[in-house]
T-cell receptor
């Protein structure tokens, strides 16, 4: 199946710093990508929809200034966690829809963020 | 997106078929049923999807009831590596269709 790559897979940072997570569709173009976060033993929660060339659409309760999303090309979306705090520690997962393959949504392997 | 209901957990013996049910009684006519699974600390893996006809691929079979209000994912010969959380998702089959995850079913395959 199509591959969605996330980088880094694991990041540890100090409180107050910003962290950028990249999501790439490796063998297809994606005008829309999605960002999720997942806490231990919980399900995935949709944070925002990343739209190529336009502003992201955030789900209710997600701070847009806290979680900056940039979708500058058809194969790359980035999520920046600004001024990270320990409560932002989580598993962040992106996904992209392959419109050339029956609109199947493929997910990245996830990024584990630990804020000290 | 339509809400889905799945059992919290299920066990299955290795080599036997695993049948995972999902209720989606409020599904709309243009919404598809998708199944994913998530193995611990990994991203969800696509398994199969369908609209109204039964579907089969190399991983599993999907049986959708005639009224489309429920479906069953079948893993024909479960192995230990199939132990995972299985998610049933209902969404429109478009580029921008959002996937809303419920709590899923934790399938444990036992030797």
């Amino acid at each position: 199946g199509a591959v969605v790559s996330q980088h880094p897979s694991w990041v540890i940072c100090k409180s107050g710093t910003s962290v950028k997570i990249e999501c790439r569709s490796l063998d297809f173009q994606a005008t829309t990508m999605f960002w999720y976060r997942q806490f231990p033993k919980k399900s995935l929660m949709l944070m925002a929809t990343s739209n190529e060339g336009s502003k992201a659409t955030y789900e209710q309760g997600v701070e847009k200034d806290k979680f900056l999303i940039n979708h500058a090309s058809l194969t790359l979306s980035t999520l920046t966690v600004t001024s990270a705090h320990p409560e932002d520690s989580s598993f962040y997962i992106c996904s992209a829809t392959n419109s050339g393959a029956k609109n199947i949504q493929y997910f990245g392997a996830g990024t584990r963020l630990s804020v000290l | 997106d339509a809400k889905t209901t799945q059992p919290t957990s299920m066990d299955c013996a290795e080599g036997r078929a695993a049948n995972l049910p999902c209720n989606h009684s409020t599904i709309s006519g243009n919404e598809y049923v998708y199944w994913y699974r998530q193995i611990h600390s990994q991203g969800p893996q696509y398994i199969i999807h369908g609209l109204k006809n039964n579907e089969t691929n190399e991983m599993a079979s999907l049986i959708i009831t005639e009224d489309r209000k429920s479906s069953t994912l079948i893993l024909p010969h479960a192995t230990l590596r199939d132990t995972a959380v299985y998610y049933c998702i209902v969404r429109v089959n478009t580029n921008a269709g959002k996937s809303t995850f419920g709590d899923g079913t934790t399938l444990t395959v036992k030797p």
